[in-house]
């Protein structure tokens, strides 16, 4: 369910992305006709919904359980975070290399409508673009880390920001030390003079230390999910089996005494 879901999801920040390139496009009133306008409109089109999909490549195997099957594969478990993680900023990235085309065709077509286009694009624009992206997905990340359940991980995706931003029009601390907005924008606006400590602090609050939040047990390297057992089921060394498989193959021991007229141990 969960990966027909992440499907649909990356059609719809495909649609969605494309969707707002379309603004500018047609109404070039309300929009600077520049190179890195409509490269920060792709930005913000592609934080929408791109997150939710880095949300579910996090919570997908603890909402349908098959996380018992990996951590049993692998118990080592910041080996599985740091490949979901690998796997997280691959789709930033690809996320980020899509809205890169997408911007090039609504600069194709304003300039087919005969529009001047200023062409500002600069290397340290292509980068905050890059790092605004990979930001919004990380945040999504560290929040399905913490929370390990796909409702709770979206819905908070959505409200936690909204909740910092209502707060921070009451409160300049929160605004532009906490709150994703204006830090945030002020990377996508490769406007780092003199605000490098506040994109920091909220970086590191929405990226960094929210996966600390969760359960330590997820830092363990040695500790295997589950005990080791003999075929029989019972705790021992050697030959041991999957979880699933424990009740059939004690039945099948049982059985097995049984009709040797044995009792079983």
């Not at 951590?71 to 796997?87: D, G, H, S």
């Not at 050697?238 to 044995?262: N, V």
Request: hydrophobic share 50%.
């Amino acid at each position: 369910t969960d990966t027909r879901a992440a499907r649909w999801l990356l059609a719809l920040v495909a649609l969605s992305t494309a969707g707002i390139m379309l603004v500018p496009a047609l109404v070039p009133t309300s929009f600077d006709q520049t190179y890195v306008s409509y490269l920060r409109v792709a930005a913000l089109g592609l934080s929408i919904l791109l997150p939710v999909v880095a949300i579910l490549v996090f919570t997908g195997e603890w909402s349908q359980r098959s996380v018992m099957i990996t951590f049993t594969q692998e118990p080592r478990r910041i080996r599985v975070l740091n490949a979901k993680l690998a796997v997280s900023l691959v789709l930033g990235g690809g996320g980020a290399v899509f809205g890169g085309v997408v911007t090039a065709a609504g600069l194709g077509l304003a300039a087919a409508s005969g529009r001047a286009l200023e062409a500002n694009l600069s290397v340290g624009a292509i980068t905050s673009y890059l790092l605004y992206v990979l930001l919004n997905v990380l945040a999504a990340v560290a929040l399905g880390a913490l929370l390990q359940n796909s409702a709770a991980a979206i819905s908070a995706s959505f409200a936690l920001p909204a909740a910092f931003a209502l707060l921070g029009t009451a409160s300049t601390l929160v605004s532009e030390w906490i709150d994703m907005s204006t830090p945030w924008n002020w990377v996508l606006e490769n406007d780092w003079g003199g605000h490098v400590p506040q994109i920091s602090v909220s970086v590191l609050f929405w990226v960094v230390r929210t996966p600390f939040l969760a359960h330590p047990t997820s830092s363990r390297s040695s500790k295997p999910l589950f005990r080791s057992r003999t075929p029989t089921g019972r705790p021992g060394g050697g030959g041991s089996l999957p979880h699933w498989q424990m009740g059939a193959s004690q039945d099948h021991y049982s059985g097995a005494c049984i009709s040797r007229g044995q009792a079983p141990v």
